[in-house]
């Protein structure tokens, strides 16, 4: 006898009250159900249903080996789910929140090779720099910067991110150029609302050297914090993806080269490892190679 099968049996036995009934739950006959049974019975060489014309009730045995039997069988389930979910193509709408700084050249190369790769899912991508409930809104898959990713969620690191401290040649020129870490304070800046950066830690060929910014505009879009700071309203600690075309073009510089904040690591969060959808799962893979590589 196929002894998964007969567990099968056994717990839909137990479950639906009769033999009848989970004999005909699982297309079988009622004497073909009784083997089973009679089968694990004499493997285990113990009892496990006391049965009558009209009764049946779990024996002592019974019990404690229906409990185990459940236990296997939702393993051996879940098994069976997550390499049916592994084998199957991407696919169907992946909803993803993101920070607004990944609207950059470096991240929708990454984005337009996952759809060359993966045509058969759909990327809803919303750039936000507010946390939102996974769950309640419905996302797939976050992408997060951050030094304390939430120990409630599944966090897998992407790859590391660089703010540079920036601000226009003209600005600078206008106001001066800073010769060390503490000249920072008396400069405007344009600061997050959605991180704390008005005090800093920078690291420098002396050492880590404490600073506070003085703001001038607080936003929670890193959009127009950039644009801010492109049009000489301060100084600001701007994503490196952001700013490497400014950058290069010299529309922008960095205050203090010799001085820098510890990158953040941009984390790809989850609720759960169990089932892991094949889109979500590439998703993350992609990213990883992606931008880790870039």
């Not at 389930?77 to 696919?91: F, L």
């Not at 540079?164 to 150029?177: E, K, T």
């Not at 050492?207 to 100084?235: E, W």
């Amino acid at each position: 006898m196929d002894t998964l099968l007969s567990l099968r049996v056994f717990r839909e036995i137990v479950e639906r009250g009769s033999f009848a009934a989970a004999a005909d739950k699982l297309a079988m006959s009622t004497a073909m159900a009784s083997k089973h049974v009679a089968a694990l019975e004499r493997r285990l060489g113990a009892r496990l249903l006391n049965r009558t014309s009209r009764h049946q009730s779990l024996t002592e045995a019974g019990e404690l080996y229906y409990a185990q039997c459940c236990e296997a069988l939702e393993i051996m389930d879940a098994a069976d789910a997550a390499v049916s979910q592994s084998a199957a193509a991407p696919r169907g709408t992946l909803k993803v929140t993101a920070p607004v700084w990944c609207a950059s050249a470096r991240f929708v190369d990454a984005l337009a090779d996952y759809r060359r790769r993966y045509p058969s899912v759909l990327v809803d991508l919303r750039l936000e720099n507010q946390k939102v409930d996974l769950v309640h809104e419905g996302y797939d898959v976050a992408l997060r910067a951050t030094d304390a990713p939430s120990p409630a969620l599944i966090a897998r690191p992407i790859c590391p991110i660089d703010f540079h401290l920036v601000a226009s040649r003209a600005f600078l020129d206008r106001h001066g150029w800073p010769a060390k870490a503490a000249d920072i304070a008396r400069y405007d800046a344009v600061l997050p609302t959605y991180t704390s950066r008005e005090n800093a830690t920078l690291r420098g060929p002396q050492g880590q050297v404490a600073v506070r910014l003085r703001p001038s505009l607080k936003t929670d879009d890193t959009s127009l914090a950039h644009r801010a700071v492109q049009a000489g309203m301060g100084i600001a600690f701007l994503p490196a993806w952001l700013v490497e075309a400014d950058l290069a073009a010299g529309s922008l510089v960095r205050v203090l080269p010799d001085h820098e904040l510890a990158p953040i690591t941009l984390y790809a969060v989850y609720t759960s490892r169990k089932y892991l959808a094949p889109k979500v799962r590439s998703f993350i893979d992609h990213f990883s190679h992606a931008l880790a590589a870039a």
